[in-house]
């Protein structure tokens, strides 16, 4: 887990992913050492990170992108629909 927390952002679930976020916590957090939920989500986010730089960026990490960088907010209503809908 990160050291140093100079900024931050929240992830969106959906209800049931929430639900299965917050379960596998509970059931199994403690056994794989983790001491909070956020601890959990960051080791996971970071892991996923990693194979992005390995497949994309030749195993090297990007220069930092700051906060304010991105959209803030979730996808809009139209970006939510997969792309299997927008077909006749």
Known sequence: ???KKPSSFAPYFTTMDADQVRAA???AGHLEGYAS???LIETATLK???RLQRKHNNAHPWDGASPGSLR???????EQIPEHRDKP
């Open 48 to 50: 996923e990170v990693r």
């Open 72 to 78: 803030p907010g979730q996808r809009t209503r139209a």
């Open 1 to 3: 887990m990160s050291k």
């Open 25 to 27: 916590f509970l059931a």
């Open 37 to 39: 939920i956020s601890e």
